[in-house]
């Protein structure tokens, strides 16, 4: 261990020197020359490392006035600029010089367990305690899952029903530039703080206000804009599967009648559960009666929208699945050689009617191990995105200083595919929302690869392979001609030319000129979609923004509607419209079969 502290006080060394020029190079009495052909290659994953020091000084030279112009193409000025810049350095330089024994003791030893793969983690005390409160959900603050890319913290899941997910603006993948407290509370710059000290600035007191200045994920750090947020608990009943029922009509010109139950997460009251009381509320309990309600108005099918659903308790996907399938296996898991099957309950399914599945790059864990076992048994149709892709079971090992999380098993589908890393694939897809470069399993360091096991025995209900080639074909012919979803691709478009460009001039003009092309961009596609769906458009990009802008926020932000409307929501729409796609096929064969 001695030698891990050395190579990390001489990295700390030279990071602080470093540190102490980029200081001084902010000074207000240093030039700074912004027309220039200069330009940054921020993608320096196989960039050569420096060989001089007067080589490294360069790039962090260049790092500088690419944040300089970042904060002046936000509206400040270069003089604002560099003092909010400085500060920023100067906050990085004094946590630097705090780093005790005990936090160097963690980042060695994360740099090391996360070798492994990126969830097994040694924590410290202040750490585990951290990841208790998490776990509990008792957490008083936004309801934002948050980590760290560079030195940026970035958002990797909103949790349903928090503070966040009602406010509805922050999204993952955003970066956390700034926070502020209360309504008139001065902006702390965060950017290349630790995590746990940006969670203690976001944590506070029930009922307070707290304010992100956030970097889209759709645009640079040249684009940004402040959310207010009001803090509160996350409570079990905000979060509870709910329902709603909407009319599709096919190209043939059947109508149907579609169910849909959107469920948040996979919850279940551990503590009533725990006391042995039968009627402890949970995910399986509250679909269970949903589904009631709905048979009773006479769905021909029903939707499961399990986007951002980041998963839950194990057992209630598994008695999820109960409720659509006949007795047999849910789940294999796989602990070094041996392999368990999730037990099951012994009931047949409640639910016979066609289902959809619907997912996004979101639905993770729990929500992987029911759309897969719904998709290896044919049981109804899987649409959205590929899943997150998160198929390994940690466990908490208490230390005589701290704890260590490990990864000690793996999850396997019952066709013997692994969730980890590839996540599921989904029968028909939907524009992807989520860069899966950047968001899932398979963006972390050393995640785990795919593998495979052998299945398990189990029936199977509709040879869905068959009914593919004419549902996708006709979704595809929808996707060509509705506005919503040709607005999505090019928003896309726009999006992956943005996060995919790391080569940025340094001259000002250029910049702007740069920033104006991406503004009309924006305009056209907005107004394109307008204009299909009747709509007036907008005049100029001033008045899209002054629409869009959430810093237009109210002070006190009114809590986000989260009723089901399908009619707003093109995803769920053209899940309707495959299911009944997909209902219309099953008619035609059960027809021909009495024929």
Do not use: C
Request: net charge negative.
């Amino acid at each position: 261990m001695e030698n891990a502290f050395i190579i990390f006080n001489r990295f700390n060394q030279r990071q602080t020197a470093q540190l102490e020029k980029v200081i001084a190079n902010l000074d207000p009495n240093v030039p700074y020359n912004f027309e220039t052909e200069e330009t940054i290659n921020t993608d320096r994953e196989n960039a050569p490392w420096p060989t001089t020091v007067k080589e490294a000084d360069t790039i962090w030279q260049q790092y500088i006035k690419l944040n300089l112009l970042n904060s002046m193409l936000n509206g400040k000025s270069l003089e604002d600029s560099k003092k909010n810049i400085r500060k920023r350095y100067v906050n990085q330089l004094r946590r630097n010089n705090r780093i005790d024994a005990e936090q160097a003791y963690s980042i060695i030893m994360n740099s090391l367990t996360t070798l492994y793969d990126p969830h097994t983690n040694y924590m410290s005390p202040n750490d585990s305690e951290n990841f208790d409160i998490n776990m509990s959900l008792k957490l008083t603050g936004i309801g934002a899952e948050l980590g760290v890319k560079d030195e940026y913290t970035k958002v990797n899941r909103i949790i349903p029903a928090s503070p966040a997910a009602k406010q509805g603006i922050l999204q993952p993948n955003d970066r956390i530039l700034a926070i502020a407290q209360g309504d008139k509370g001065a902006f702390v710059d965060v950017v290349g703080w630790r995590l746990d000290e940006v969670v203690q600035l976001i944590r506070g007191k029930k009922g307070t206000i707290v304010k992100l200045e956030v970097a889209s994920a759709k645009a640079d750090d040249s684009d940004t804009h402040v959310i207010v947020i009001k803090r509160d608990e996350i409570k079990l009943d905000e979060q509870a599967a709910k329902k709603a029922v909407f009319d599709v009509k096919t190209k043939n010109g059947n109508s149907y009648k579609l169910g849909i139950i959107n469920l948040p997460t996979f919850y279940m009251d551990f503590e009533e559960a725990q006391k042995g009381n039968p009627n402890y509320r949970s995910a399986t309990g509250d679909v269970l009666r949903l589904l009631r309600e709905l048979t009773e108005t006479n769905v021909d099918g029903v939707i499961i929208d399990l986007r951002n659903n980041g998963g839950g308790s194990l057992s209630e996907a598994a008695m999820l699945t109960d409720l659509f399938v006949d007795p047999g296996p849910v789940v294999q898991i796989r602990h070094g050689s041996s392999i368990s099957r999730q037990p099951r309950a012994q009931y047949p399914a409640f639910y016979r009617g066609p289902i959809l599945i619907l997912v996004n790059r979101l639905s993770a864990s729990a929500s992987e191990i029911f759309a897969g076992a719904i998709q290896d048994y044919g049981r109804g149709l899987i649409v959205g995105e590929d899943t997150f892709g998160k198929g390994t079971v940690q466990k908490k090992m208490d230390l005589s200083h701290g704890d260590f999380k490990f990864t000690e098993a793996k999850f396997y589908r019952i066709s013997g595919e692994s969730t980890q890393h590839r996540g599921v694939v989904p029968d028909i897809k939907l524009p992807d929302l989520f860069d899966t470069e950047e968001i899932g399993e398979s963006s972390l360091d050393n995640a785990l690869p795919w593998d495979t096991i052998n299945p398990a025995p189990h029936q199977n209900y509709f040879k869905i392979s068959e009914y593919l080639p004419k549902i996708e074909t006709e979704h595809l012919e929808r996707l060509e001609k509705d506005p919503e979803f040709i607005f999505i691709e090019k928003q896309r478009q726009l999006y992956d030319s943005i996060s995919n460009k790391k080569i940025f001039s340094l001259d000002l003009n250029k910049r702007q000129k740069e920033q104006q092309d991406i503004e009309q961009q924006t305009l056209r596609m907005e107004n394109n979609r307008r204009l299909a769906k009747g709509e007036k458009p907008f005049e100029n990009y001033a008045a899209l923004k002054a629409e869009k802008d959430p810093e237009n926020e109210d002070e006190n932000p009114k809590p986000k509607d989260d009723t089901i409307k399908p009619a707003e929501d093109p995803y769920l729409q053209e899940a309707g419209h495959v299911l009944a796609d997909f209902i219309d096929q099953l008619n035609n064969s059960n027809l021909a079969k009495h024929q």
